[in-house]
């Protein structure tokens, strides 16, 4: 059976706002991660959206994105309460779905992402606080080995830093990043399959390239507190109320339609213009 919505005690929220991070383990069950996996793997939808980004050194990453949850698995994932309340319980009020993604760092070839925040990119959306979150779970085994996500604790509390380019990705000031690594614990965020990752807009993180033969997948759901939505438009949506579904959604949507993911992908290539603006 599907979990029940667990909710977060008051010291993993306090861990979060100390932090700008919180792992829960096995949020998801192993069922309900491989089908997610499966799902993934046989959509050639979500393969042909994806937009490969050069990370300044030759290597690439993979991701694909898209802004409204649906109805399908992926939406299953990102509207079930487990997840939702879980976000709403760290930013202190409703949330909306400003958008998901998959990463895809596939075996020996995954790029690497430089040192950066999400708000980074998000404040070029008209998005006024940082008062965003968003929620890593992993599809796949996320290792030191296979370049798992690494995090600078704390690091959410020196505000949003400047961006610059590196390659085709926006990265967080070296001279800043280099000064917070001396001060902040370095953590190298490795999960098993079906634990999820809740971090702040504003914490800093980067990951390192996949040099080995074991694929590290991951579904990022990030969400925007609705008292905060954007003052413009961006390829990224202004509120909108999410509707939560019930936990056994998502084994229920899964197991009856596994391989389809019923959502539409943004071409980020034509459409996102939040590291594009920094060159100007």
């Known amino acids: ?75 299953m994932f990102a509207r079930c309460r487990r997840l939702v309340d879980s976000v709403e319980s760290l930013l202190g009020g409703e949330v909306y779905h400003y958008h998901s993604k998959m990463i895809l760092k596939d075996a020996r070839v995954g790029g ?21 979150c968003s929620a890593m779970i992993a599809v796949d085994k996320a290792t030191r080995q296979n370049g798992c996500l690494q995090v600078l604790r704390g690091s959410h509390k020196m505000g949003r830093v400047d961006h610059v380019l590196a390659g085709e990705q926006a990265g967080a000031d070296p001279e800043r990043v280099l000064e917070a690594e001396k001060r902040l614990d370095l953590v190298h965020v490795e999960l ?14 980067s990951s390192a390239a996949n040099k080995t033969e074991q694929a590290r997948w991951a579904m990022i759901c990030c969400y925007n507190a609705a008292s905060n939505n954007p003052y413009r438009d961006s390829h990224h949506p202004r ?6 579904v019930e936990d056994s959604k998502v084994l229920e949507v899964a197991q009856g339609d596994a391989r389809r993911a019923r959502v539409e992908f943004v071409n980020l ?12």
């Open 1 to 75: 059976m599907a979990m029940q919505s667990p909710p977060l005690k008051n010291s993993q929220v306090d861990d979060y706002v100390r932090d700008g991070f919180l792992i829960v383990r096995r949020l998801f069950t192993v069922q309900e991660i491989g089908l997610l996996g499966e799902t993934a793997r046989h959509d050639n939808a979500l393969d042909k959206a994806s937009s490969t980004m050069d990370d300044g050194d030759g290597n690439h990453v993979r991701l694909a994105l898209w802004n409204d949850p649906g109805e399908g698995v992926y939406g």
């Open 112 to 132: 690497a992402w430089a040192w950066h925040q999400d708000y980074g990119y998000w404040y070029q959306n008209g998005v006024l606080f940082p008062d965003l």
């Open 192 to 205: 098993d399959p079906g634990d999820v990752l809740f971090f702040h807009a504003n914490l800093l993180h």
């Open 239 to 244: 509120y909108n109320k999410l509707l939560k």
């Open 269 to 280: 290539t034509a459409e996102d213009a939040s590291a594009k603006s920094l060159d100007q």
